[in-house]
């Protein structure tokens, strides 16, 4: 039963353009969400989060939007680095459901 | 601030044999979870406890099983490993509750043979 889902597994975009990443939730219980960045041989490390009160949240290049009616979220960066080349992984949580669950994780490729 | 530490890195083992994944975690982080990552499947979850109490449990058998010390330090244990049971293992350590921002280790890579 997965949640979360992420169903891109990977994109591909050129540097300075806009990168998208979508994610979907069945759980009306999720009143928080984050966004996590893995790159290879390292732990995910925090980008940035909402909570079900707000549909947008920015911080810098990343904004996260969310959608409670359609239980939808997305991230945008902008413009797009190849630094940011890296797994991103959607996760929520309840502040009653006591774990965070995760998605399957996007690759995302940035080309120079 | 030392991050989350996870010992060992890198572990291979056969098929049956059992192993034990360490993790420390932030100084006065009293939360630590476990999280299994397989290509295509993502971060499953496996356990998180809370000074030395198991809070949460996720969907897998009972050969996972962990544990956390007084310290908040915390051990994971795979008995009779399977094949399938090859993956990253991560640790993530917060202040308090599974809520909010989890520190990830860098993980221990077991490769089942």
């Known amino acids: 039963d997965q949640q979360v889902k992420q169903n891109s597994p990977s994109l591909s975009v050129q540097e300075g353009r806009i990168s998208i990443l979508n994610c979907d939730y069945t759980?009306?219980?999720?009143?928080?969400f984050l966004w996590y960045k893995k790159y290879p041989a390292e732990g995910p490390t925090f980008l940035i989060s909402?909570?079900?009160?707000?549909d947008k949240n920015e911080d810098g290049r990343f904004t996260v939007f969310l959608n409670k009616s359609a239980k939808h979220l997305s991230l945008h960066i902008v413009p797009s680095q190849p630094g940011d080349s890296a797994v991103y992984f959607c996760?929520?949580?309840?502040?009653?459901?006591?774990?965070?669950?995760f998605g399957q994780g996007t690759i995302l490729t940035v080309h120079p | 601030k030392a991050g989350v530490t996870q010992t060992p890195r890198y572990l291979i083992k056969t098929r049956g044999q059992q192993v034990t994944l360490s993790c420390s975690p932030i100084?006065?982080?009293?939360?630590v979870s476990w999280y299994q990552q397989t290509p295509g499947q993502g971060l499953q979850f496996l356990f998180e406890?809370?000074?030395?109490?198991?809070?949460n449990k996720g969907n897998f058998p009972g050969r996972f099983s962990g544990r956390q010390f007084s310290n908040s330090r915390s051990e994971m244990n795979v008995s009779t490993l399977e094949l399938g049971d090859s993956a990253l293992y991560l640790c993530?350590?917060?202040?308090?509750?599974?809520?909010?921002?989890?520190?990830f280790g860098e993980g221990s890579r077991l490769t089942v043979l």
């Open positions: 993530a350590s917060s202040v308090d509750r599974e809520a909010g921002e989890l520190f």
């Open positions: 759980n009306s219980m999720f009143d928080y």
């Open positions: 909402i909570s079900s009160i707000k």
């Open positions: 996760c929520a949580g309840g502040t009653s459901y006591g774990k965070l669950t």
């Open positions: 100084s006065g982080h009293r939360s």
């Open positions: 406890y809370f000074s030395e109490t198991q809070r």
